[in-house]
């Protein structure tokens, strides 16, 4: 049964099918160079933003072990 909120729901904007991970990585892969993040001082670029996630995931990772 379809209810007044079902069809207010918004749409996503991005497709569904696909996780977080695997639609950064695709920015990433296809603008790596854009910029991914700026602030009044700094701007980061999806290159710099994913090296330096995944630098923090080993970190996090080596402190488990």
Do not use: H
């Not at 603008?31 to 999806?46: H, K, L, M, N, R």
């Amino acid at each position: 049964m379809n209810t007044a909120a079902d069809e207010d729901e918004p749409s996503p904007g991005y497709p569904t099918e696909y996780t977080p991970f695997a639609l950064f990585a695709a920015q990433v892969a296809a603008t790596p160079e854009a910029v991914a993040c700026a602030g009044s001082d700094f701007q980061i670029s999806y290159e710099q933003l994913w090296c330096r996630a995944w630098q923090v995931a080993r970190l996090i990772k080596n402190r488990q072990t």
